[in-house]
C-alpha cells in the first residue's frame, strides 16, 4: 500500500513511493483480517530512512517539514469572521491563526512554502 495518489495531489514528487531517489518513509505491518487491530500497531516504521517506531513503540524522533500554500486572500473578509466567532463562537477567530514561527518553534522541524496552483 502506498501514498503516491496523495503526495501526488498536493505535488510532492519525492514521497509517496519506494523508488529511486524518494524519501524512505515506510510503515511495515503484519497482515492481519482485522485491519483496525493491524493498522493500529506497526512493527516498524521509517522516516525519511530513519527508524522511528519498533512493534509500536516510538524509538526516534524525526522531524519533518509542515507543507503549506499561502494563497492570496482579501483580509477584509477577517472583520466578518471575527464579528461572527465573537457572536455565535467561545472561541476567538485568533485561535485559529498559526503565524509560521508557531509552526517551526522548539526545533520541530521546518516549513516548506509550495506554490499555488489553481487547475
Known amino acids: 500500500m502506498t501514498r503516491a495518489g496523495a503526495a501526488k495531489l498536493i505535488g510532492l514528487q519525492d514521497r509517496g513511493g519506494l523508488s529511486a531517489g524518494n524519501w524512505a518513509d515506510i510503515t511495515v505491518y503484519t ?30 524522533t524525526k522531524w519533518g517539514t ?28 485568533g485561535n485559529f491563526k498559526i503565524s509560521d514561527d508557531e ?9 516548506t512554502v509550495h506554490p499555488l496552483k489553481i487547475a
Open 66 to 93: 509542515t507543507h503549506v500554500v499561502q494563497p492570496d486572500f482579501d483580509p477584509s473578509v477577517e472583520k466578518g469572521l471575527k464579528d461572527y466567532f465573537d457572536r455565535y463562537l467561545t472561541m476567538k477567530l
Open 31 to 60: 497482515d492481519n483480517a482485522n485491519r483496525q487491530q493491524m493498522f493500529e500497531k506497526p512493527d516498524y516504521v521509517f522516516k525519511d530512512g530513519q527508524l522511528v517506531v519498533v512493534n509500536g513503540k516510538v524509538v526516534s
Open 103 to 111: 509552526i517551526t518553534e522548539d526545533g520541530r522541524g521546518s516549513l
